[in-house]
């Protein structure tokens, strides 16, 4: 599956609640992987990034199953924790 494939996909936790829809996607080019789905799209992300992290991204780590849809497991935060390093970078 391409990346550009998850765009536009509906965005559902396991228990069936609607998150969003993917608009952007995160990608580690150090692991050469997905860190996380965004729920708006980066360029539109104003303001504090840790706040615009956990608010409106999931952690791609969350991710049960990508079909018709995206499926995420629940969890107690949408995005979790936001390290200094992870929201240091972003901002640039």
Known sequence: M??????????YSDSGQY????????????KGELSRLLTIPWKNAKG???VVLR???ILYK??????DVV????SPGRAE???RE???DLSR
Do not use: F, P, R, W
Not at 19 to 30: M, N, S
Not at 62 to 67: Q, S
């Open 2 to 11: 391409k990346i550009s494939d998850i765009y536009h996909m509906d965005i």
């Open 19 to 30: 998150l969003g829809d993917v608009q952007d996607v995160i990608v580690d080019l150090e």
């Open 48 to 50: 504090d990034v840790k």
């Open 55 to 57: 608010q409106k991204s």
């Open 62 to 67: 969350n991710v049960k199953n990508v079909g």
């Open 71 to 74: 499926l995420v497991s629940t």
């Open 81 to 83: 924790d936001v390290s």
């Open 86 to 88: 992870e929201a240091s």
